[in-house]
């Protein structure tokens, strides 16, 4: 019998992983070759820097993430999973709303940067994603021995949770506060 060297739970985390990064990069390609407001950029240095922040995005919060006390080496993967989630959940918005303008992103995530609705949408959707992702880590260490409690599962299902809870209530709290709103002109 052939040994692995990954789990049976390592083994299935792979191909996710891999799947969820590579429709990522598929979705960039889309919009990217769909987009009209970016055409004074060359087609290909957009993809390349589409791509370039959405991996650099990983890779932030995969450390984030470390340095909030996850495993380093025991669950690299499962790590990197959560990260790749997260970038899905938050970066890819900010790509497809914003581009791979970083003068754009900065402006939208300083304190009073929002100058449109959408930009509005994607601070609380955001914000609500990672919130939700930190709220999930909570039932980690109870001691219930249940199969959710699992490295990155409940903290998976906060951030989905959370970006779930940011789409409704980004809608709503925009209504709640339409009177209140003026943007700045660009």
């Not at 950029?41 to 890779?59: D, G, T």
């Not at 999930?136 to 001691?143: N, T, V």
Request: net charge positive; aromatic share 12%.
């Amino acid at each position: 019998m052939l040994s692995s060297k990954f789990t049976k739970d390592e083994e299935c985390s792979v191909p996710c992983c891999k799947c969820s990064f590579t429709n990522s990069i598929i979705i960039i390609i889309i919009l990217l070759l769909m987009s009209r407001h970016f055409h004074s950029i060359p087609l290909l240095s957009r993809l390349i820097r589409s791509c370039l922040y959405f991996s650099l995005s990983c890779l932030f919060f995969h450390t984030v993430i470390v340095l909030y006390g996850a495993p380093l080496i025991d669950s690299a993967l499962e790590t990197f999973s959560l990260a790749v989630l997260l970038s899905s959940l938050t970066t890819l918005r900010c790509l497809c709303i914003l581009g791979p303008n970083f003068q754009a992103w900065v402006r939208v995530f300083s304190r009073h940067g929002a100058m449109s609705v959408w930009d509005t949408c994607l601070q609380i959707t955001v914000a609500m994603t990672v919130l939700g992702a930190w709220v999930g880590a909570f039932a980690i260490p109870l001691d219930w021995g249940r199969a959710w409690q699992v490295w990155p599962i409940s903290c998976s299902l906060g951030a989905t949770l959370g970006y779930l809870s940011g789409l409704v209530a980004a809608p709503a709290w925009i209504h709640y506060h339409r009177k209140q709103l003026t943007y700045k002109c660009k």
